[in-house]
């Protein structure tokens, strides 16, 4: 009886962790689908992903400022990548995604 509490308890403690990261926005998976196509090739002057010397200065303004930027856009960069479909969560954890290297 024992062990069948024990694989049970470890059984819920799974689905409780899969439910977790469905429910949070990946950020990776948005930077993929929505960001790579500027943020990888540095297209129109986007900076790139893990280059230092691009993000030193616009970290300076503060992560909630980038956040705002990517959501509503900044220059040639269009309001959430021209995604509009995607929620200010998920275009949040891609900017989170995307200066990750670089912090
Ligand atoms: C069509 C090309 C393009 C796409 C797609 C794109 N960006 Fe950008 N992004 C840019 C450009 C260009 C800049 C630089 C704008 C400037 O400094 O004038 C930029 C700048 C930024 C900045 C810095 C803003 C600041 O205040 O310095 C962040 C953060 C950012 N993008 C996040 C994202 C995220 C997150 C996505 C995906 C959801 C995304 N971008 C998709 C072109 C793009």
Not at 23 to 40: I, L, P, S
Not at 65 to 87: D, R
Request: aromatic content about 6%; charged content about 20%.
């Amino acid at each position: 009886m024992k062990t069948f509490t024990v694989a049970l308890l470890a059984g819920f403690a799974a689905l409780s962790l899969t439910a977790t990261a469905q429910a949070e926005a990946d950020g990776e998976a948005v930077y993929n689908q929505a960001c790579m196509a500027c943020h990888m090739t540095g297209a129109a002057g986007a900076p790139i992903r893990g280059d230092e010397a691009a993000w030193a200065d616009r970290l300076e303004k503060g992560i909630d400022t980038l956040y705002a930027h990517a959501i509503e856009g900044f220059g040639a960069m269009p309001p959430k990548g021209g995604q509009m479909g995607l929620s200010d969560e998920d275009v949040q954890a891609a900017v989170d995604f995307m200066v990750e290297p670089v912090l």
